[in-house]
């Protein structure tokens, strides 16, 4: 039976303690290493060698890959094995399965179901030993499909995918695993997993860069490197995409982000495409070269990726023939770190920074979100992280606990929801062991576990999931005997919880202790001991402290007033991560004020930025008199308030607004209150493609990552869709007919979608045939339904070759057909040179053309 069956399983065992085997920490001394060797080399002081691309020497043996290369173990192992044997020759001492993609999903696919999962491991597993292998090494390459909320592949059925290829090679007998060339956090995450709870091997895990320095997904290698080393891999690092000279700085950056020794498999650079051959330019020398400066730079496991064959290896194993590594790397400064997949926040043990945690996406006393948790929707929560990252929020608390909901479901959902909507890392907040393992477990990134306390049931439950997941911790200073009254109680308890975590081989800098304020109204003493507390956690056991600030206020006026003064006195105790509304600006002006005057905010340059010109509330009038009172304070700071309670304005700037923070939630009604007074077509073009643009060139200027993307393409669609219901029906029907596509290889449709709406209303018969549609099919339509003019959409300089090729496909097999094409990649010369017949610049100007065809 594997570790892990069912969520259930494991939490309701490790509530009763039973489980704790399953997730005890993870040790070298845990583990089934091969030899001393392989141990030296996971302890940071040995060299290994890796061996070199697959794919092209299958390609240079002459081996027909067929579907899929991996079938070649079973259909052709002589010939895998003398390409193994050559790398073990020319010193590779890690060889590796010839099994990435031996998944079941492509097995079945692509593979036809030749053969299981079992199958291609064991086959690719005896290759690898007959070749000589001294270690061998499980490949787990990509599932080849985009997990959710960017594609529709779970998480459990991703990690059930991969669990299946651990349990094969397992059984084969491999001697470590590496996970390779992956671009989702998320994705990788579910391989770790899956490696973690169902073997005992050595862990390599390595993601793929773009030139940009970040994955396709917007990781960078800081992020991936925490992340990797807190889900407990042996082993991590870079392979795939470009050479060892572009990937040296991403190498250097990760080396600075972990202890855990660090990998690179580079590509012999970027591939071409040279008379049908791919080739590669960069020499086995060259290659050499460049991977020398990395083993300088720290870099101690080497080997090759696409392109790169015995001879690359060859001169890699001189670089580090005696194996030893030349010097121990200096260590890691220590740092509580947490991570979304684009972000990391960072905050060092050797000085004072501040994160500010979001408090928003908590149910207690908000009917907005409780009403909304009831109906089962994430659109509010949504809308909460998006408001709270625009306000200056770090890290986003989520509690979506009520009695009355599936608080599991609804952690999940809104975890999902979050991580494709916001860049902020998250803060899981449930009393519920399993709603908490619901969360940390399918979040793609390194999150923070709100909260342990000093209870026994309690740390027996938490700290096991923390240690498993690799998550940092709050640590509330209560216990079985309720809140202590002073700061020596408070500190008495948080000593305990940091001595139980490090049972549990969670270091005090993966903790934060909240010393739990009280409302100063009923416990006006108790603040003092509040903030001594914080510095004695501070000073003596080597945590952070976060505080949940706004409590100290209640049941007195002015509570704002109190709260802020009450963050800048816990800032100086040593409060680093405050729990609070960054949508109360006087909050946040307490924040980047402390920020200056605690160095952090260098130059001064974001509180300059910020607050250059500021219209001080408080300053006293020219020629004397009194300061600012209460009221004005209260107008002026209102006036800047941007409150998550605040009603999204209905004007046209917030159209620009919701489109490009991707709130969807919100759109429709704002669109339906603007067509009472403007022209659908006019917020289209005058709104909606303005915006989406501006999507666009944050997204290439690197500001924003494709979920961003994602969420904004939505809320335009939820916005077009409002336009679409209430567009006046045409009198004029059915003129003639249209077939609309994207073009194969293009997926986006916001733009065919308008075109067709207005086609539709100009009284045309539209047949849309979708996106990425591939040319015959567009032909096969045009056949079938007797169709004299066809509109084709394509966005990307990569997919306007397809574009050509369907204009080709259609002239030639359907003579006098006509072609309108657009999109925004598209210029009415490029339209020319294509063949087109036509070339629309927006939706207006092709009902103009269809009218011409039909009529004209
Ligand atoms: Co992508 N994307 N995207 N994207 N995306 C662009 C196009 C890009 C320019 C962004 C950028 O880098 N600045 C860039 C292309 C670069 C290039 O090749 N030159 C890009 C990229 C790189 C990518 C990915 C590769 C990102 C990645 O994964 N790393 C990926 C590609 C996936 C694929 O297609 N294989 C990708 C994915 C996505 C999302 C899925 C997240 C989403 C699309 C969602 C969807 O469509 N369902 C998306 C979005 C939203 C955009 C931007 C931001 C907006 C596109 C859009 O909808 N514009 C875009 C940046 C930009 O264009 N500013 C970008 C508004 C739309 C109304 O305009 O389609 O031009 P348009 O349509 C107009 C006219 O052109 C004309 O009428 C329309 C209405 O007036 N028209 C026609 C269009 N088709 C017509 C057909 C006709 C007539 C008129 O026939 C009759």
Redesign the pocket.
């Known amino acids: 039976m594997t570790k892990r069956a069912k969520l259930d399983f494991i939490c309701d065992l490790t509530a009763s303690g039973a489980n704790a085997a399953a997730y005890r920490p993870r040790s070298l001394d845990g583990l089934r290493i091969a030899d001393a060797d392989l141990r030296a080399v996971l302890e940071g002081s040995r060299h290994l060698l890796f061996d070199g691309g697959m794919g092209t020497m299958l390609q240079a043996a002459g081996l027909e890959a067929g579907a899929l290369p991996e079938l070649l173990c079973i259909d052709e192992p002589a010939g895998v094995t003398a390409i193994h044997r050559a790398y073990v020759e020319a010193g590779s001492e890690v060889i590796t399965t010839n099994t990435f993609g031996a998944n079941r999903l492509k097995l079945e696919a692509e593979g036809g179901g030749r053969a299981t999962v079992e199958e291609v491991f064991s086959a690719a597993v005896r290759c690898a030993r007959e070749a000589g292998a001294r270690y061998v090494a499980g490949d787990i390459g990509p599932l080849g499909t985009l997990l959710r909320p960017l594609g529709t592949m779970s998480f459990d059925d991703a990690y059930e995918l991969f669990a299946e290829e651990v349990r094969a090679a397992v059984k084969a007998g491999v001697d470590l695993f590496v996970i390779e060339t992956m671009t989702d956090l998320l994705e990788i995450k579910a391989a770790v997993l899956a490696a973690k709870e169902n073997s005992d091997l050595p862990i390599f895990a390595t993601m793929t860069f773009e030139g940009d320095g970040r994955t396709?997904l917007g990781t960078s290698p800081e992020v991936a490197a925490v992340t990797l080393d807190a889900l407990g891999v042996e082993v991590l690092g870079i392979n795939c995409s470009l050479g060892p000279a572009q990937l040296a700085p991403f190498a250097r950056r990760m080396v600075a982000a972990t202890d855990k020794p660090v990998m690179v498999q580079a590509n012999a650079g970027l591939p071409r495409v040279e008379g049908g051959r791919t080739v590669y330019d960069i020499s086995p020398a060259d290659y050499a070269a460049a991977v020398e400066t990395m083993v300088a730079d720290g870099v101690r496991v080497l080997g090759g990726c696409c392109g790169t064959d015995p001879d690359y290896i060859r001169l890699l194993d001189g670089l580090v023939s005696s194996r030893a590594v030349a010097a121990p790397p200096a260590p890691v400064p220590a740092a509580l770190t947490v991570t979304s997949a684009q972000t990391l926040v960072s905050l060092p043990a050797a000085s004072h920074r501040i994160a500010v945690i979001g408090e928003r996406i908590n149910p207690t006393g908000k009917k907005r979100l409780q009403a909304a948790l009831r109906d089962g929707s994430m659109d509010y929560v949504v809308g909460q992280g998006i408001s709270q990252q625009e306000q200056g929020a770090d890290i986003l608390d989520v509690n979506v606990g009520l009695p009355e909901i599936d608080e599991v479901a609804a952690i999940q959902a809104a975890v999902e929801q979050l991580s494709a909507a916001t860049l902020l890392p998250l803060q899981i907040d449930s009393t519920d062991p399993h709603a908490v393992e619901a969360g940390v477990r399918r979040y793609a990134g390194k999150p923070i576990v709100n909260s342990v306390n000093g209870k026994r049931e309690v740390m027996d439950q938490i700290f096991p999931l923390v240690a498993h997941y690799g998550c940092d911790v709050i640590g509330l200073t209560l216990d079985e005997d309720g809140i202590p009254d002073t700061a020596e109680a408070r500190f008495a308890i948080a000593e305990r919880i940091v001595a139980e975590a490090a049972r549990w081989g969670v270091g005090p800098e993966r903790i934060l202790i909240d010393c739990l304020v009280m409302t100063a109204s009923t416990n006006q003493r108790q603040v003092e001991q509040i903030l001594r507390a914080v510095s004695m956690c501070k000073e003596r056991l080597g945590v952070k402290c976060a505080l949940g600030v706004s409590n100290v206020s209640f049941g007195l006026p002015a509570r704002e007033l109190l709260n802020a003064t009450f963050l800048s006195a816990a800032f100086g105790a040593g409060l680093d991560a405050p729990i609070m509304n960054p949508g109360s600006a006087r909050y946040m002006d307490a924040v980047r004020a402390y920020r200056v005057l605690n160095a952090e905010d260098e130059g001064s340059a974001g509180f300059i930025g910020r607050y250059a010109g500021w219209a001080d509330p408080y300053k006293v009038p020219a020629g004397g008199g009194a300061a600012g009172a209460a009221g004005t304070a209260a107008t002026a700071a209102g006036a800047r308030a941007t409150g998550p309670g605040a009603p999204a304005p209905a004007d046209e700037g917030s159209i620009r607004q919701l489109v490009i923070s991707g709130r969807k939630g919100d759109i429709a009604a704002v669109t339906e209150g603007l067509l009472k007074t403007h022209d659908p077509m006019e917020l289209?073009?005058g709104h909606?493609?303005p915006a989406?643009?501006e999507?666009?060139?944050r997204?290439?200027r690197g500001e924003f990552f494709?979920p961003q993307?994602?969420a904004?393409?939505e809320a335009?669609?939820a916005g077009f869709d409002a336009i679409k219901r209430l567009m006046p029906a045409s009198d004029i029907r059915q003129k003639g007919a249209i077939a609309?596509a994207t073009v194969k290889?293009?997926?986006?449709?916001?733009?065919?979608n308008?075109?067709k709406m207005l086609l539709d209303n100009y009284g045309y018969t539209v047949f849309d045939l979708g996106?990425?549609v591939d040319p015959q099919v567009i032909l096969d339509t045009v056949r079938e339904r007797g169709i004299k003019l066809v509109?084709?959409?394509a966005?990307?300089?990569?997919?306007v070759a397809n574009m050509e090729e369907t204009i080709e496909l259609l002239h030639a097999e359907a003579p006098g057909i006509k072609v309108?094409?657009?999109?925004?990649?598209?210029t009415p010369e490029y339209a020319a040179q294509i063949g087109a017949d036509y070339y629309?610049?927006?939706?207006a100007?092709?009902a103009r053309i269809a009218e011409e065809v039909f009529d004209g």
């Open positions: 396709f289209i073009n909606f493609i989406l643009d999507v666009g060139e997204f290439d494709l993307l994602m904004s393409a335009a669609r609309l290889g293009d997926i986006h449709d916001i733009g065919k308008i075109v996106r990425d509109g084709l959409s966005l990307m300089t990569t997919t309108i094409v657009g999109g925004a990649v598209l629309a610049k927006d939706a100007e092709s």
